[in-house]
Protein backbone atom coordinates (compact mmCIF):
# COMPACT_ATOMS: atom_id res chain seq x y z
CA UNK A 1 0.00 0.00 0.00
CA UNK A 2 1.53 3.26 -0.87
CA UNK A 3 1.06 6.78 0.59
CA UNK A 4 2.10 8.32 3.62
CA UNK A 5 0.75 8.52 6.84
CA UNK A 6 -0.86 12.13 8.69
CA UNK A 7 -2.01 13.06 12.27
CA UNK A 8 -5.14 15.27 12.09
CA UNK A 9 -4.97 18.38 14.69
CA UNK A 10 -6.34 16.87 17.98
CA UNK A 11 -10.24 17.84 18.80
CA UNK A 12 -11.35 19.66 22.12
CA UNK A 13 -14.46 18.56 23.72
CA UNK A 14 -16.54 19.42 26.97
CA UNK A 15 -18.36 16.28 28.40
CA UNK A 16 -20.20 16.39 31.06
CA UNK A 17 -20.45 12.95 33.03
CA UNK A 18 -22.26 11.85 36.05
CA UNK A 19 -20.94 9.83 38.74
CA UNK A 20 -22.32 6.59 38.43
CA UNK A 21 -21.49 3.65 41.60
CA UNK A 22 -18.30 2.58 39.97
CA UNK A 23 -17.25 6.37 39.95
CA UNK A 24 -16.64 8.33 36.69
CA UNK A 25 -16.07 4.83 34.81
CA UNK A 26 -12.31 5.51 33.85
CA UNK A 27 -8.70 5.13 35.30
CA UNK A 28 -5.70 7.70 34.92
CA UNK A 29 -2.05 7.82 34.19
CA UNK A 30 0.83 10.68 34.67
CA UNK A 31 1.18 14.00 36.43
CA UNK A 32 4.28 15.68 37.15
CA UNK A 33 5.88 13.18 38.80
CA UNK A 34 4.53 9.84 36.57
CA UNK A 35 4.69 11.06 33.29
CA UNK A 36 2.83 9.01 30.74
CA UNK A 37 4.10 10.61 27.30
CA UNK A 38 7.60 12.28 27.28
CA UNK A 39 8.39 15.56 28.54
CA UNK A 40 4.29 15.78 29.24
CA UNK A 41 3.11 16.19 32.94
CA UNK A 42 -0.39 15.90 31.24
CA UNK A 43 -3.20 13.20 32.74
CA UNK A 44 -4.17 10.80 30.54
CA UNK A 45 -7.11 8.69 30.45
CA UNK A 46 -5.31 5.20 30.80
CA UNK A 47 -8.89 2.75 30.87
CA UNK A 48 -11.86 3.15 30.19
CA UNK A 49 -14.23 0.72 32.50
CA UNK A 50 -17.56 -1.07 30.88
CA UNK A 51 -20.79 0.12 31.68
CA UNK A 52 -19.52 2.89 33.67
CA UNK A 53 -19.95 6.39 33.14
CA UNK A 54 -17.45 7.31 30.48
CA UNK A 55 -18.62 4.03 28.37
CA UNK A 56 -21.85 5.12 28.93
CA UNK A 57 -21.60 8.18 27.50
CA UNK A 58 -18.71 6.82 24.80
CA UNK A 59 -16.97 10.35 23.91
CA UNK A 60 -13.95 9.71 25.92
CA UNK A 61 -11.52 7.29 24.44
CA UNK A 62 -8.63 5.41 26.04
CA UNK A 63 -5.08 7.80 25.39
CA UNK A 64 -7.19 11.02 25.66
CA UNK A 65 -5.35 14.01 27.75
CA UNK A 66 -8.06 15.67 30.69
CA UNK A 67 -7.16 19.25 30.12
CA UNK A 68 -9.76 20.26 33.00
CA UNK A 69 -11.97 19.16 35.98
CA UNK A 70 -14.89 21.28 36.79
CA UNK A 71 -12.66 24.17 35.61
CA UNK A 72 -9.77 23.06 37.46
CA UNK A 73 -6.65 22.88 34.87
CA UNK A 74 -4.91 19.68 35.00
CA UNK A 75 -1.19 21.24 34.12
CA UNK A 76 1.62 20.45 36.32
CA UNK A 77 -0.20 18.78 39.12
CA UNK A 78 1.00 15.49 40.44
CA UNK A 79 -0.78 12.45 39.68
CA UNK A 80 -2.16 12.25 43.48
CA UNK A 81 -3.05 15.57 43.18
CA UNK A 82 -4.92 15.15 40.12
CA UNK A 83 -7.15 11.86 41.96
CA UNK A 84 -7.71 13.98 44.85
CA UNK A 85 -9.80 16.48 42.34
CA UNK A 86 -11.43 13.89 40.65
CA UNK A 87 -12.60 12.41 43.95
CA UNK A 88 -13.90 15.50 45.21
CA UNK A 89 -15.31 16.57 42.07
CA UNK A 90 -19.21 15.87 43.26
CA UNK A 91 -21.78 13.95 41.25
CA UNK A 92 -22.19 15.83 37.81
CA UNK A 93 -18.47 16.22 36.43
CA UNK A 94 -17.87 18.51 33.87
CA UNK A 95 -14.52 17.39 31.65
CA UNK A 96 -12.14 19.48 28.79
CA UNK A 97 -10.46 16.85 27.26
CA UNK A 98 -8.36 16.48 24.25
CA UNK A 99 -8.87 13.53 21.99
CA UNK A 100 -5.73 11.42 21.07
CA UNK A 101 -4.46 12.35 17.98
CA UNK A 102 -5.60 9.88 14.94
CA UNK A 103 -3.31 8.87 12.08
CA UNK A 104 -5.30 8.97 9.06
CA UNK A 105 -3.74 7.11 5.52
CA UNK A 106 -3.31 9.36 2.46
CA UNK A 107 -3.73 6.60 -0.16
CA UNK A 108 -3.82 6.76 -4.06
CA UNK A 109 -7.15 6.65 -5.50
CA UNK A 110 -7.77 2.89 -7.12
CA UNK A 111 -7.28 2.54 -10.47
CA UNK A 112 -11.26 0.87 -10.58
CA UNK A 113 -14.43 3.21 -9.74
CA UNK A 114 -15.88 0.60 -7.49
CA UNK A 115 -12.25 0.18 -5.44
CA UNK A 116 -12.26 -3.83 -6.40
CA UNK A 117 -9.54 -4.83 -8.34
CA UNK A 118 -9.30 -9.03 -6.29
CA UNK A 119 -12.24 -9.79 -8.46
CA UNK A 120 -10.65 -8.60 -12.00
CA UNK A 121 -7.43 -10.43 -10.91
CA UNK A 122 -9.77 -13.58 -9.51
CA UNK A 123 -10.86 -13.76 -13.17
CA UNK A 124 -7.46 -13.74 -14.54
CA UNK A 125 -6.54 -16.49 -11.86
CA UNK A 126 -9.51 -18.54 -13.23
CA UNK A 127 -9.11 -18.41 -16.98
CA UNK A 128 -4.86 -18.83 -16.65
CA UNK A 129 -5.91 -21.66 -14.86
CA UNK A 130 -8.48 -23.09 -17.42
CA UNK A 131 -6.44 -22.84 -20.25
CA UNK A 132 -3.40 -24.76 -18.57
CA UNK A 133 -6.20 -27.77 -18.15
CA UNK A 134 -7.06 -27.24 -21.34
CA UNK A 135 -3.25 -27.47 -22.83
CA UNK A 136 -3.39 -30.36 -20.19
CA UNK A 137 -6.39 -32.61 -21.71
CA UNK A 138 -5.17 -31.67 -25.24
CA UNK A 139 -1.67 -32.83 -25.01
CA UNK A 140 -2.91 -35.72 -22.76
CA UNK A 141 -5.12 -36.82 -25.59
CA UNK A 142 -2.89 -36.09 -28.05
CA UNK A 143 0.16 -37.53 -26.95
CA UNK A 144 0.76 -40.94 -28.53
CA UNK A 145 -0.22 -39.09 -31.97
CA UNK A 146 2.80 -36.39 -31.18
CA UNK A 147 5.64 -39.37 -30.08
CA UNK A 148 4.75 -41.07 -33.72
CA UNK A 149 5.89 -38.27 -35.57
CA UNK A 150 9.43 -37.42 -33.91
Do not use: C, W
Not at 2 to 28: E, H, W
Not at 46 to 74: F, M
Amino acid sequence: MNGSAMYTAPIVLDIKLKRGPQGLGFNIVGGLDQQYVLNDSGIYVAKIKQNGAAALDGRLQEGDKILAINGHKLEHLSHSAAVELFTSAGEDVQLRVQQRPTMVMNVPPSPRPDGDSSVSSLVILVAVLGAAAAVTVLYMRFQPQLRRHF
